[in-house]
């Protein structure tokens, strides 16, 4: 992923914060407590039995929280969507303790199989499961009627793959206004798929940069 920021077109390139692993799946152990604030969240980890942050948490949760654009790379099985999905939890979160406004899609994740979508959500579903915080995930091939009813219905966090989400854009179903935190989960693997036109036009629908976090 790091390789692939030389790469990118000056469009998708965003300030990056380069994060170093150590041997796949293995544990470090924390040098500084990551702060999360909530009892909601924290009861989902702690019912996970999550304890010790993995290397890609520990560096970027902290980055996320401060509202900094990141770009991490990471083998499989460290904790990558936790490492987004927490702090992401946590901002909307506390938005949403303070504001009584209708659902809005704050944060927009792109991915590109459906079976990562559907990880990802599953994921969010898990870590926010006491906040109220509403997801969806959206892909294509399936019938859309179902994706359509809970996009009407109102989502905080939405999980997408290009396809379909340009699909429901171009038929009024979705509007990128309101987005808050953008993240590209495996964009090496998207651009390695073609994806690369996709992501430009969606990169246009999304809000000024200053309104908004990236992670890659």
């Given amino acids: 992923c790091l390789e692939y920021s030389k790469r990118m077109p000056p469009e998708l390139r965003i300030q990056t914060t380069e994060i170093a692993l150590g041997p796949r799946g293995k544990r470090q152990s924390s040098t500084k407590a990551i702060e999360i604030e909530g009892q909601s969240i924290l009861k989902a980890l702690n019912e996970e039995k999550y304890s010790v942050p993995t290397s890609i948490q520990e560096k970027a949760i902290p980055l996320i929280l401060n509202r900094k654009d990141v770009l991490g790379s990471a083998q499989t099985g460290t904790g990558k969507t936790a490492a987004f999905a927490i702090p992401i939890l946590q901002h909307l979160f506390h ?111 999304l809000p000024d940069k200053r309104d908004r976090k990236s992670v890659v």
């Fill in 95 to 205: 938005n949403r303790k303070h504001n009584n406004s209708p659902l809005k899609i704050n944060a927009l994740i792109i991915t590109p199989t459906r079976e990562l979508a559907i990880q990802i959500g599953e994921s969010f579903s898990t870590y926010g499961k006491h906040t109220r915080i509403k997801n969806t995930v959206i892909f294509g091939g399936v019938n859309q009627s179902a994706q359509t009813q809970a996009l009407r219905r109102g989502v905080n966090i939405l999980v997408a793959t290009p396809g379909r989400l340009l699909d429901l854009m171009d038929q009024g179903f979705i509007k990128l206004k309101d987005i808050e935190y953008f993240v590209l989960d495996e964009a090496d693997r998207m651009l390695d798929m073609g994806f690369l036109p996709d992501i430009k036009r969606i990169l246009k629908t």
